[in-house]
């Protein structure tokens, strides 16, 4: 198993992480004093900066205008989007990939489009009543001639006050049947209403409202994939949004223990570096050494995938990938704030940023008590000597 990076995949991080430090990193600041927020023009000045590296779409295949990126080669690329504060890799942006089931004419009106930036979409399934279940979602669509009537309570929902549709998740309901099923819903519908919009521990460029859907009239053909594909959809989904986690999560500890490093060696107190204070170098040891099993696990996961296992043994090592990581990163933040001492309690200091920020990979896209029910499963269902071997 050979985890050196390729001359393409060294191409790939240094184009990546240009855009980072020439473009992203030099709006945390602005991003971090609005609530998360940046002016149009720092808007339109990143778009085009996007589509001009062609990182635009990473993961959607090329034949739809993406980069067509594999998931190692897009692991590589979340990585260096990781040492963004106020969570600024959003802009550059990666449509769901389940778009690619939509039929002719919905790739021509959704995905296309999404994938050149002119428009966002947002994944709705968390309820008040289903969060780490999916499954208690309440949300219903109704057949009622050619359309569904949508109904049911969306929390959470990324980038919502963006978008111009959402993926919705919920039950269609025609007769007697009740199947989960993945709605395309455009947010100027008649009963689509955004009904509250509460601020988050992290100051994120977009916002995560509830949205309300009253009877809303989804037309039959706005189906995604088929009537009853809800969950595996989300599934497909889920595996990909919590490998680029797993990298971001990397990415922010490299920056974290740059930072750490970079002041245990500048900063003097008692007479000398407090780096020669182990009490201080052993923590960024540490930091070094979770980091680096972090990333070969995401890295091995991205190789899993690639070479095209077993889709159900990459679900259970992708749940690996995100709890190691995001679990490391959370440990990495604090320590790394506790060696800038005050200084790492202030809000312009980068260390700060991300351990707020980072505190939610250990929440969305699943806890880390869902990533381990999933490996559990996985021990159980797969077997000992298939979930561990490499
Ligand atoms: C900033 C942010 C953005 C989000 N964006 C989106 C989005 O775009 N779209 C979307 O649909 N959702 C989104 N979410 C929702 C997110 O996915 C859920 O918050 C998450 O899945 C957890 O659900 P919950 O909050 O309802 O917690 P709950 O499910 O109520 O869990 C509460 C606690 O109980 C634990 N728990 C639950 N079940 C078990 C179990 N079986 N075993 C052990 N422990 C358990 C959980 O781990 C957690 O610690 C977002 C959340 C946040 C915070």
Redesign the pocket.
Same mark, same amino acid.
């Given at each position: 198993m050979d985890f050196t990076l390729s001359p393409e995949l060294k191409q790939l991080r240094a184009r990546t992480r240009s855009l980072v430090d020439d473009v992203l990193q030099p709006l945390e600041l602005e991003a971090e004093q609005n609530g998360g927020r940046l002016s149009a023009e720092a808007h339109a000045r990143v778009k085009r900066a996007v589509l001009a590296s062609g990182l635009n779409a990473a993961n959607i295949p090329t034949q739809y205008g993406g980069a067509g990126l594999n998931l190692t080669e897009q692991i590589v690329m979340h990585e260096q989007l990781g040492r963004l504060t106020n969570c600024l890799w959003v802009l550059v942006w990666s449509p769901s990939n389940v778009l690619v089931h939509g039929t002719p004419e919905q790739i021509e009106r959704y995905l296309l489009p999404d994938v050149r930036g002119d428009h966002r979409h947002?994944?709705?399934?968390?309820e008040e009543h289903?969060?780490?279940?999916a499954r208690g979602i309440r949300a219903e669509a109704v057949r009622d001639g050619d359309v569904y009537r949508l109904s049911g309570k969306?929390? /959470?929902?990324?980038?919502?006050d963006i978008a111009s549709y959402f993926l919705v998740?919920a039950w269609a309901v025609d007769g007697l049947e009740r199947q989960p099923t993945l709605f395309i819903v455009d947010k100027d519908l008649p009963g689509v209403e955004m009904t509250d919009d509460p601020d988050?521990t992290?100051n /994120?460029p977009y916002r995560?409202p509830e949205y309300t859907f009253t009877d809303a009239p989804v037309p039959v053909d706005a189906v995604l994939g088929e009537v009853g594909q809800g969950f595996d959809l989300t599934g497909e989904w889920f595996i990909e949004e919590r490998v680029h986690i797993a990298a971001r999560c990397c990415g922010a500890c490299d920056r974290l223990i740059e930072l750490g490093t970079e002041w245990a060696l500048e900063r003097e107190q008692f007479g000398g570096r407090i780096f020669d204070h182990q009490a201080i170098s052993f923590m960024l040891a540490d930091c070094a050494a979770e980091v680096t099993a972090a990333r070969l696990l995401t890295y091995y996961v991205g190789q899993l995938h690639d070479s095209g296992a077993d889709p159900k043994l990459v679900h259970a090592k992708a749940s690996m990938a995100k709890l190691i990581a995001s679990e490391t990163a959370g440990r990495v933040a604090d320590r790394v704030v506790q060696i800038f001492g005050g200084r790492g309690y202030m809000r312009r200091n980068p260390a700060e940023r991300l351990w707020r920020e980072l505190r939610?990979d250990r929440?969305?896209?699943?806890?880390?008590?869902?990533q381990?029910?999933i490996i559990s499963r996985g021990l159980e269902r797969r077997g000992v000597p298939q979930l561990l071997e490499l």
């Open positions: 947002a994944y709705a399934i968390t289903a969060g780490s279940d969306k929390w /959470f929902v990324t980038d919502g998740l988050f992290h /994120f995560h939610v929440i969305w896209e699943g806890t880390s008590e869902i381990r029910l």
